[in-house]
């Protein structure tokens, strides 16, 4: 049974710095390109950050510059640090993990930015 299990979510004011976690079971972990998306309310899901097997990374434009994305293979964990977070970062984040025809999300966590 294939699990993705996020966390580090919660509710940061601007300016501040977030950790996300998403431990995998179930697939062979370090053969599996690795991804973060997020949702905000009304719009659609949008990538975040990719990581493959081999360590490359890409980011979307909004956030460049701010969040890394990184995986431990030991621990079968992908991370996302968020630093500067602003309001508009406002959104549920799903983990994903895609390899050929076999695609698999977490259940997501919330990341609410405010003051």
């Known amino acids: 049974q294939v699990q993705l299990v996020e966390s580090g979510g919660g509710l940061v004011q601007p300016g501040g710095s977030l950790r996300l976690s998403c431990a995998a079971s179930?697939?062979?972990?370090?053969?599996?390109?690795m991804a973060w998306y997020r949702q905000a309310p009304g719009k659609q899901r949008e990538l975040v950050a990719a990581?493959?097997?081999?360590?490359?990374?890409n980011y979307a434009d909004s956030v460049k510059g701010r969040f890394t994305i990184s995986r431990d293979n030991a621990k079968n964990t992908v991370y996302l640090q968020m630093n500067s977070l602003k309001p508009d970062d406002t959104a549920g984040y799903y983990c994903?993990?895609?390899?050929?025809?076999?695609?698999?999300w977490g259940q997501g966590t919330q990341v609410t930015v405010s003051s």
């Open positions: 994903e993990a895609s390899l050929g025809s076999s695609g698999y």
């Open positions: 179930g697939i062979a972990f370090r053969l599996y390109p």
């Open positions: 990581i493959s097997s081999g360590g490359s990374t």
